[in-house]
């Protein structure tokens, strides 16, 4: 099993940057697939960006693709999403989320981090 801790949230200004962590601790992180996602209140959960697990394959979401970049460090057991030109729509509590398959659903969920763009 991995257990999964997200930081890095806050409240910021539209336009502004905001880099997000995920600290893994128990299997070694480089035997997992990494996900971030985010869930707005009263909306459903949705798909922000993925890696692969040797950090070769990224994918974003249309809504944050230029904007945002997912990166890992397997050495660190670190996962983090860099995250620029904010707006108020990107509001949410952000996870992160491991997978031992390259596809499929997500086994392990981090608790979020809350990030506030107001304009």
């Known amino acids: 099993q991995v257990q999964l801790v997200e930081s890095g949230g806050g409240s910021v200004q539209a336009g502004d940057s905001l880099r997000l962590s995920c600290a893994a601790s128990?299997?070694?992180?480089?035997?997992?697939?990494l996900g971030w996602y985010r869930q707005a209140p009263g909306k459903e959960r949705e798909f922000v960006a993925r890696?692969?697990?040797?950090?070769?394959?990224?994918s974003y979401a249309d809504s944050v693709k230029g904007r945002f970049t997912i990166s890992r460090d397997n050495a660190k057991n670190m996962l983090f999403l860099q995250m620029n030109d904010l707006k108020p729509e990107d509001t949410a509590v952000y996870l992160c989320?491991?997978?031992?398959?390259?596809?499929?659903?997500?086994?392990?969920w981090g608790q979020g981090t809350q990030v506030t763009v107001s304009s």
């Open positions: 989320a491991a997978r031992i398959l390259e596809m499929g659903g997500y086994n392990y």
């Open positions: 128990g299997r070694p992180l480089s035997i997992y697939h």
């Open positions: 890696i692969n697990n040797v950090g070769s394959s990224t």
